[in-house]
């Protein structure tokens, strides 16, 4: 069963009702950007099918996005977040973070984690700070999985 939260803005409304994102619109955001270049539909079908999801929408359209993959219990990652250009400069992304830090399902989380290129300004409002000890902390990271791993991404193999 799923959950759906609404925060109500002037104009705009943030969503936590899978059924009321624009998949579409959402890939074809991520596809463009400098951390999933290319991502396939089915990939971010799968993605936002498996996470908590926050849209911002202006009536129907999907202006911005966020995802957080957790257990809801212990841990959290942040992931996807954007407000489209011509929608930025009023509040949105700080609106948007308020609503993922007061989830109910987000409270008591040991850890919550992101990645950000240009972003440090806003998430550093709600409390996120450069990791303590990154010499403990390890990834696996594969940015051409898109491009030379496609047909494996959409098959599962």
Not at 16 to 28: F, K, M, N, S, Y
Not at 59 to 84: C, H, K, M, N
Not at 90 to 99: S, T, V
């Amino acid at each position: 069963m799923s959950r759906t939260d609404h925060h109500a803005m002037p104009d705009y409304e943030i969503t936590t009702d899978p059924g009321r994102l624009d998949v579409e619109a959402i890939h074809r955001f991520l596809a463009g950007t400098y951390w999933s270049p290319g991502i396939p539909r089915a990939v971010v079908e799968r993605a936002v099918r498996h996470s908590l999801c926050f849209g911002v929408l202006l009536g129907a359209e999907q202006v911005g996005f966020g995802r957080v993959v957790t257990d809801r219990a212990t841990f959290a990652y942040l992931a996807d977040v954007y407000v489209l250009e011509a929608h930025r400069g009023k509040g949105l992304a700080r609106r948007l973070m308020d609503a993922v830090i007061a989830h109910p399902d987000l409270q008591g989380l040991r850890r919550m984690l992101l990645a950000t290129r240009d972003a440090h300004g806003l998430y550093a409002r709600y409390g996120f700070t450069p990791l303590a000890a990154p010499d403990r902390l390890m990834e696996r990271h594969r940015p051409d999985v898109y491009q030379a791993g496609a047909s494996e991404i959409t098959t599962g193999g």
